[in-house]
């Protein structure tokens, strides 16, 4: 199991930026798969992005070109850099990490998108 802590949400304008980040409580090497979801009100959880060990991504069709995914290995962290942010990207976002059979996600942090 790995404990995992996220920051950086808050409130963001139509056409800004936020950079998310997970601060993970061992080695994030080990991690085989590391994700972002998000839920929106009354929505079910959806998967952002995720970022595998030796670095590839994937993004979900709604967030690719405006969002990416990115890991510090010396800092055990992950981040989400979110740009050219919209109204309908407001929603909790969380971290997870995959090691094995297991998954453990993070308490979540809030974006909200408004002018």
């Known amino acids: 199991q790995v404990q995992l802590v996220e920051s950086g949400g808050g409130l963001g304008q139509p056409g800004g930026s936020l950079r998310l980040s997970c601060a993970t409580s061992r080695s994030i090497f080990s991690i085989n798969t590391m994700a972002w979801y998000r839920q929106a009100p009354g929505k079910q959880r959806e998967l952002v992005a995720t970022i595998t060990t030796g670095g590839s991504t994937r993004y979900a069709d709604s967030v690719k070109g405006r969002f990416t995914i990115s890991k510090d290995n010396a800092k055990n962290t992950l981040y989400l850099q979110m740009n050219s942010l919209k109204p309908e990207d407001t929603a909790v976002y969380y971290c997870?990490?995959?090691?094995?059979?297991?998954?453990?996600w993070g308490q979540g942090t809030q974006v909200i998108v408004s002018s």
């Open positions: 997870k990490a995959s090691l094995g059979v297991f998954d453990s």
